[in-house]
């Protein structure tokens, strides 16, 4: 699984804007909807069920929402590059401004481990986040994105 398998021009946000994390969380789901055809409440609601059990802030700015529902049929991700990073509870408590969120099948059990392991991997290398943050262009943070993939790959 490739990360331009789950990122396609509709899933890549720039410069969002929101004022705290359950605004950051809404504003995805309903870009969820929109790609899944899914009831964004159920996306919004699966996404704030992952929160409660712990915070999906892993520090460095960055948070890795994520969540299953039955009715996918495969693994979807959104990046999204707030205009201004927004309290997220994180584990180092910064404010975060780099988030990908992942929405996997019920079934998805090795498939959605693989996808957040190398979205954390990827969002872990400094300098792709350097570059993330560098740019509010959707094409720019698209092509940092599967550049930095296709980097990693070789």
């Given at each position: 699984?490739?990360?331009?398998?789950?990122?396609?021009?509709?899933?890549?946000?720039?410069?969002?804007?929101?004022?705290?994390?359950?605004?950051?969380?809404q504003e995805l789901?309903?870009?969820?909807?929109?790609?899944?055809?899914?009831?964004?409440?159920?996306?919004?609601?699966?996404?704030?069920?992952?929160?409660?059990?712990?915070?999906?802030?892993?520090?460095?700015?960055?948070?890795?929402?994520?969540?299953?529902?039955?009715?996918?049929?495969?693994?979807?991700?959104?990046?999204?590059?707030?205009?201004?990073?927004?309290?997220?509870?994180?584990?180092?408590?910064?404010?975060?401004?780099?988030?990908?969120?992942?929405?996997?099948?019920?079934?998805?059990?090795?498939?959605?481990?693989?996808?957040?392991?190398?979205?954390?991997?990827?969002?872990?290398?400094?300098?792709?986040?350097?570059?993330?943050?560098?740019?509010?262009?959707?094409?720019?943070?698209?092509?940092?994105?599967?550049?930095?993939?296709?980097?990693?790959?070789?």
């Open positions: 699984m490739e990360l331009t398998d789950l990122l396609d021009g509709e899933c890549v946000v720039a410069n969002l804007r929101a004022t705290s994390k359950k605004q950051v969380l789901a309903r870009r969820a909807a929109d790609i899944t055809n899914i009831d964004e409440r159920k996306i919004f609601a699966v996404l704030m069920d992952r929160e409660r059990l712990g915070t999906t802030g892993v520090g460095s700015g960055i948070a890795i929402p994520h969540g299953k529902l039955p009715e996918l049929d495969r693994l979807y991700g959104i990046f999204a590059r707030l205009e201004k990073p927004v309290d997220f509870q994180s584990i180092d408590e910064r404010p975060v401004d780099l988030i990908f969120v992942l929405l996997a099948p019920e079934e998805a059990g090795a498939d959605h481990l693989k996808a957040l392991a190398r979205v954390s991997r990827l969002l872990r290398d400094q300098n792709t986040c350097e570059k993330l943050r560098g740019t509010g262009e959707v094409d720019a943070l698209s092509a940092i994105l599967t550049e930095s993939q296709e980097i990693r790959a070789a």
